[in-house]
Antibody, heavy 129, light 108 residues
C-alpha cells in the first residue's frame, strides 16, 4: 500500500523557518515526482511546489517562490519543503502527494499525466507571534 | 495562471438524488483535469483524471465529462459518505497546477 507521512509542522513566528518532511513507502520512490499542496484555514487547496524524480528540476507557486525550497533524498525515500521568511498567510495544512510519473510526459493524445495520488494526511503549520 | 472556477460553492442534495458539479477553466486545458473528494481530517482522494477516467475502486456513480474549458462531475444516487468538498485541478502544464475553490456538497 502506498503511504505518505508528513512531519515537521508546528508553530513558528513570522519571519521564521521550518522544514517539512514527507516519508514515502509502498512504491519505488526514486521513479516518481512529488508535490506539496496546502490548505489555509477555511480555504481551498493551493498547489505549492513540485520536484521531479531525480531532483534535477523544481517548481514553485508564485506565492512561495524565493522563500520555499523543495528537495528530496531518494535513499531515504523522503521529500522536503524548507520554508523561510514565513508569513501569517503561510498558515495552512501542508499535504505531500505523489505524481503519476517521474517527470513531464505527454501522451500520444496530447494529454498529460499530472494528477496527484495519493496524498498524505498533512502536517499543520501555524505562523503566529 | 490558469484559473478554475467551480460552481456552485455549496450544493444541497438529498441522499439518493444526483448532484452535478461544474468547473470552468480560464483557458483551454484539453482533458488535463482531475477531480478530488476531501473530507475533514482526511487526505484528499483522487476520483477522476483525464476529465473522465475514473480511478480504480471509485464507485461507478461518479462520472466526469468535458474538455477544453467546461467540465462536470456528476454523482448519481448520492450516499451519505459522498457528502464532502470536491475540487477540480488542472495540470495543463507540468507542475504549474491550480485548483478550483471547491464545491461543498451537503445533505439537504
Amino acid at each position: 500500500e502506498v503511504q505518505l507521512l508528513e512531519t515537521g509542522g508546528g508553530v513558528v513566528q513570522p519571519g521564521g523557518s521550518l522544514r517539512l518532511s514527507c516519508t514515502a513507502s509502498g512504491f519505488t520512490f526514486r521513479n516518481y515526482a512529488m508535490s506539496w499542496v496546502r490548505q489555509a484555514p477555511g480555504k481551498g487547496l493551493e498547489w505549492v511546489s513540485g520536484i521531479r524524480d531525480n531532483g534535477a528540476s523544481t517548481y514553485y507557486a508564485e506565492t512561495v517562490k524565493g522563500r520555499f525550497t523543495i528537495s528530496r533524498d531518494n535513499s531515504k525515500e523522503t521529500v522536503y519543503l524548507q520554508m523561510r521568511s514565513l508569513r501569517a498567510e503561510d498558515t495552512a495544512m501542508y499535504y505531500c502527494a505523489k505524481a503519476p510519473t517521474g517527470g513531464p510526459l505527454q501522451l500520444p493524445s496530447g494529454g498529460l499525466l499530472g494528477w496527484l495520488d495519493p496524498w498524505g494526511l498533512g502536517t499543520q503549520v501555524i505562523v503566529s507571534s | 495562471e490558469i484559473v478554475l472556477t467551480q460552481s456552485p460553492a455549496t450544493l444541497s442534495v438529498s441522499p439518493g438524488e444526483s448532484a452535478t458539479l461544474s468547473c470552468r477553466a480560464s483557458q483551454g486545458i484539453s482533458s488535463n483535469l482531475a477531480w478530488y473528494q476531501h473530507k475533514p481530517g482526511q487526505a484528499p482522494r483522487l476520483l477522476i483524471y483525464g476529465a473522465s477516467t475514473r480511478v480504480t475502486g471509485i464507485p461507478a456513480r461518479f462520472s466526469g465529462s468535458g474538455s477544453g474549458t467546461e467540465f462536470t462531475l456528476t454523482i448519481s444516487r448520492l450516499q451519505t459518505e459522498d457528502f464532502a468538498v470536491y475540487y477540480c485541478q488542472q495540470y495543463n502544464n507540468w507542475f504549474q497546477y491550480t485548483f478550483g475553490q471547491g464545491t461543498k456538497l451537503e445533505i439537504k
